[in-house]
């Protein structure tokens, strides 16, 4: 059954409200009749401007250029260095230190054995060094192999015992040492009698001659014994910087005393003055006591007091 909707003509009034008839034509406007519209209008048509658009990165001068190459190639350059060190430090030196420690590519050589023969002491014959005669010349005999306790004295205890017997008022006495046969010990052979390492004999046969001098000072102090060494020709002991380290370190310096120097000075040695020449001086706690050394006239002279060897210097 077919629905009846109302009939109705453009323009006529069908019950309700009356709607509007569409505009019989729609204009719509585009670019294309807005420039056709400006055209008629007398104005020109728009025209397209260029605008040049700035580059997009700053062009880098060739001095830099050149800079920053050169630093760039010296940049590369440490780097590659630094890498073949630390290849050479951390992985080619530990392989080859283990080829040669294994003995791949060397074999460890057999001791050579030392024949180097000791020198042997020239025979010489004893005299005194001294221009000015001492107060008193005293004998002393090193003493053997000990069959007694009596025999059992020390070397200073022995020097003592010869001094006691002499003149009081002798002031400067010098000794003359003997070994058992009335012979004359080399200064070698004496510093080995009495423990004095510090200087080898080798060393004492090449730049000495064999003989020396022995000497006692004597002062309210006590009794400070000193020698006398003559160096041989040409030789001087301003070149003999290793010996005389070994000498100033060496623990048997109190060896050359007759008595207990006491306790070395913390200072070690010093510099000093002697009768304005420049000495060595290693001070002791016990009074007058110093180990004092120099060179003058020829002569290396060792004292245990800087009177005593100041006294040595003026009888030469």
């Known amino acids: 059954m077919a629905e009846n909707f109302p009939q109705s003509s453009r323009g006529k009034k069908v019950g309700g409200p009356t709607v509007p008839a569409p505009p ?3 204009s719509i406007r585009t670019l294309e009749s807005d420039l056709k519209s400006m055209s008629l209008s007398g104005g020109s048509s728009p025209l397209p401007k260029y605008v040049a658009m700035p580059p997009r990165f700053a062009a880098i001068p060739k001095d830099v250029k050149r800079a920053t190459s050169k630093a760039l190639k010296f940049f ?8 073949l060190l630390a290849i050479g430090y951390y992985v080619i030196y530990p392989a080859l230190s283990k080829i040669f420690e294994g003995g791949v590519l060397s074999s460890s050589p057999e001791p050579v054995a030392d024949n180097k023969k000791p020198l042997t002491t020239p025979e010489f014959t004893h005299r005194s060094f001294f ?13 053997g192999e000990a069959v007694s306790a009596a025999e059992l004295q ?3 205890q022995r020097v003592l015992n010869l001094l006691a017997e002499t003149n009081s008022n002798s002031k400067f006495l010098e000794i003359e040492v003997q070994d058992q046969n009335g012979g004359h010990p080399a200064i070698s052979e004496f510093f080995s009698s009495i423990n004095v390492k510090s200087l080898s004999s080798d060393f004492l046969l090449t730049n000495f001659n064999p003989d020396f001098n022995m000497f006692v000072y004597r002062d309210q102090n006590g009794s400070w014994p000193g020698y006398l060494l003559e160096l041989k020709p040409g030789k001087s002991w301003l070149f003999f910087g290793a010996e005389i380290e070994k000498l100033e370190r060496s623990p048997d310096l ?3 005393f007759l008595t207990s120097p006491g306790v070395r000075s913390n200072i070690g040695f ?3 003055l002697s009768k304005n020449q420049p000495v060595r001086i290693l001070s002791f706690t016990a009074p007058g006591a110093a180990f004092v050394y120099l060179s003058i006239k020829g002569y290396l002279i060792f004292s245990a007091s800087l009177p005593g060897l100041e006294e040595a210097i003026r009888r030469l």
Do not use: H
């Not at 590369?76 to 890498?83: K, R, T, W």
């Not at 221009?131 to 003493?143: G, H, M, N, Q, S």
């Open 131 to 143: 221009r000015a005669t001492p107060d008193e010349v005293l004998k002393f005999v090193i003493p």
């Open 24 to 26: 019989t034509e729609i």
């Open 76 to 83: 590369f350059f440490i780097l590659a260095i630094s890498g």
């Open 254 to 256: 109190e060896n050359l």
């Open 270 to 272: 010093k510099d000093g």
């Open 154 to 156: 020390t070397f200073g």
